[in-house]
């Protein structure tokens, strides 16, 4: 799979320099269907079974891939290629993205997110650079077809996942993975869904020889910042009046506000992120109070509920001081009490 996620440059190298030699080389990946336990194209234009039911699972490499796919039917014009690509994204946007954009909850694995993503891990999940790829690849979309439904995905992921893992505050931190104090890169790795830390780790942390280092998310993240601001200028859609939408899933609750997802930070006020959340309702309608932004802040708003206001703002914007406030950040929040002394059904 890692391999086969070469077939994109190797079609834009033929688009710049048009030898057989580059088209045939990029027609021989596509035949080998992406990845040695099975053909990945042919699964896809099946519809028959979800991403995270691929013989390979691998997030990144499978999105880019599909990439290649897609480059592949710009270049040559078979129609099935634009299909594959088309039902892949729809099973991943179905069975893998989760409510800030992102998938992957067991580490950057395709692993049925849409519905694990309410489960606390002490992992790193929802890595930046399947983040990155899901944008590029529904971009690509976006420009083939002009469907706004992959302009939306693009701006999911760029408010909530992408913009949440840019490191605002450069100040060195320790990765409770390694126990090592690292200087500080320009993007996080990965994003928390579930009472949780931002800079739990450096995706692809790789030393060089003069004692620096760097990772994989920090380097593919500033394609992510360009991107979303060029497909908006495209966008012809307006966007409508934000409202707070409630969302629940395997007793939790979420809420977002217009494109943005929000989120409670244990850094931002004192409450407990495990006390279960019960919002107070007037004429069918949520209570609550927008408020001022605060510093690094799209929104602030108090949410009245049956055991007193809860502070949202956007997910974002939190966790962000992660090296100085070692505080969680939860999206998802208990919407009925926790159980103590054995493990919560999702």
Request: with cysteine; net charge positive.
């Amino acid at each position: 799979m890692n391999a086969c996620s070469i077939l994109e440059p190797v079609l834009d190298l033929y688009r710049r320099r048009p030898r057989e030699r580059f088209l045939a080389f990029a027609r021989y990946i596509v035949s080998t269907g992406g990845c040695r336990g099975g053909d990945l194209i042919r699964l896809a234009l099946e519809d028959k079974k979800a991403p995270y039911q691929y013989p390979e699972t691998k997030a990144y490499e499978t999105m880019s891939f599909f990439e290649g796919v897609l480059a592949f039917y710009e270049t040559t014009g078979e129609r099935r290629y634009l299909d594959a690509a088309l039902r892949f994204a729809e099973q991943v946007a179905a069975t893998d993205i989760t409510l800030i954009g992102c998938a992957g909850c067991t580490d950057e694995l395709f692993d049925h997110a849409a519905v694990r993503q309410t489960k606390y891990s002490e992992k790193g999940m929802q890595e930046t650079c399947v983040t990155v790829t899901w944008m590029r690849l529904c971009a690509r979309l976006f420009l083939l077809t002009g469907e706004d439904r992959f302009a939306a995905r693009v701006e999911q992921s760029a408010l909530n996942a992408l913009y949440g893992s840019v490191n605002l505050f450069l100040q060195p931190g320790t990765i409770p993975k390694t126990g090592e104090t690292l200087p500080p890169l320009p993007f996080d790795s990965y994003s928390p869904l579930c009472r949780n830390r931002r800079g739990l780790g450096v995706g692809g942390l790789k030393y060089f020889d003069d004692g620096t280092f760097y990772g994989c998310c920090a380097a593919i993240g500033a394609a992510g910042l360009g991107l979303w601001p060029l497909i908006r200028s495209l966008r012809q859609t307006p966007q409508p009046a934000p409202t707070l939408r409630v969302h629940r899933l395997n007793g939790c609750i979420a809420f977002t506000y217009g494109p943005y997802v929000l989120a409670r930070d244990a850094a931002k006020e004192d409450g407990d992120l495990t006390r279960p959340v019960r919002p107070k309702e007037k004429d069918g309608a949520l209570c609550f109070a927008v408020l001022p932004c605060e510093e690094g802040e799209s929104v602030r708003l108090t949410l009245e509920t049956e055991s007193g206001p809860v502070l949202l703002t956007d997910y974002a914007s939190c966790g962000k001081r992660w090296a100085e406030r070692n505080g969680p950040v939860s999206v998802w929040l208990p919407a009925r009490r926790l159980l103590r002394g054995r493990k919560q059904k999702s």
